[in-house]
């Protein structure tokens, strides 16, 4: 019985920039709701009836927006004025649109442009920090964004339950130290030491005083409600046009306590109606608990 793995956000950064991708022409500058230059960003989102999820329209009065600009467009992401960001903003031909945010984000960094679709308008990206984290590290959530018709559809939420991305990596306890990593939908499989995790007696059997185990198989490991990507961002691999999307979670196991075991990674094409997968391999940590690359 295959056991999944739990794959969550760990201490890293923001993703990395890759070779082709737009930046901003500009550092983004925070500007108050009554700076005249702007004002047509607060009058159309008064009339956009954005509700966010405390399901109260955002209104001009305390917020301010940190603008920048990306592909010759302008953006702003809306906050609170004590620095919570609340919604994204975008500046299309139509005019200003809006996508809320989730609560207490942290300084989020530009977005990142890339055609999924192939209709030769990119889509938007956005992979931000949330401010708190758990044992197992910072947080982050991730949107897919497509611009058309004055608005802002998103094509992925990482907030969304029903959005979750199905990597296919699963995890299980071997005798004799070892764990294995495999991948459901392509067959891969990465062998790791696993010896130091307490699980086996002396001669090398698994031996839990928790009773996780059942048939010799791990049973502790399900799949979360949404995905807490290390790396959300486009990238045209194979220069078709057409932007695949490189993801990448921490992958845990729960053992007495959340265990890390390495970093699951996986590329992505977007094809009406969800994401397929393309690629996938696993990085196994490299401090002595595993090491290895399913590839």
Not at 77 to 86: D, P
Not at 222 to 234: C, D, I, Y
């Amino acid at each position: 019985m295959g056991i999944w793995a739990l794959c969550l956000a760990c201490l890293a950064g923001c993703a990395p920039a890759f070779p082709g991708q737009p930046t901003p022409s500009s550092v983004p500058q925070v500007q108050s709701a009554s700076a005249g230059p702007e004002q047509a960003l607060w009058e159309a989102l008064e009339g956009s009836g954005v509700v966010f999820l405390d399901a109260a329209p955002l209104g001009p009065a305390g917020w301010a927006a940190a603008f920048g600009e990306a592909d010759g467009h302008r953006y702003a992401f809306l906050q609170e004025t004590e620095g919570t960001f609340r919604a994204f903003a975008w500046e299309g031909v139509a005019g200003w649109a809006f996508y809320p945010l989730g609560p207490r984000l942290l300084d989020p960094p530009p977005p990142r442009l890339g055609d999924v679709g192939g209709d030769g308008t990119p889509e938007i990206f956005l992979h931000i920090q949330a401010d708190g984290s758990g044992i197992t590290g910072p947080f982050y959530q991730s949107y897919l964004l497509r611009q058309g018709d004055g608005q802002l559809q998103a094509l992925y939420d990482s907030t969304r339950p029903e959005d979750r991305i199905d990597l296919g990596f699963q995890f299980a306890f071997l005798d004799g130290g070892q764990g294995v990593v495999r991948n459901t939908h392509l067959g891969t499989r990465t062998v790791l030491d696993t010896s130091a995790y307490g699980v086996y007696n002396e001669k090398g059997e698994l031996a839990d005083p928790l009773g996780v185990f059942r048939e010799g198989v791990f049973q502790g490991n399900l799949p979360q409600g949404q995905n807490f990507f290390l790396e959300f961002s486009p990238q045209d691999q194979d220069g078709d046009g057409v932007a695949e999307v490189q993801v990448a979670e921490s992958f845990f196991v729960s053992y007495q306590m959340p265990r890390r075991m390495g970093t699951c990674h996986a590329t992505l094409r977007w094809e009406e109606g969800g994401f397929s997968l393309v690629d996938a391999w696993f990085t196994a940590l490299e401090d002595g608990e595993g090491t290895g690359d399913s590839r």
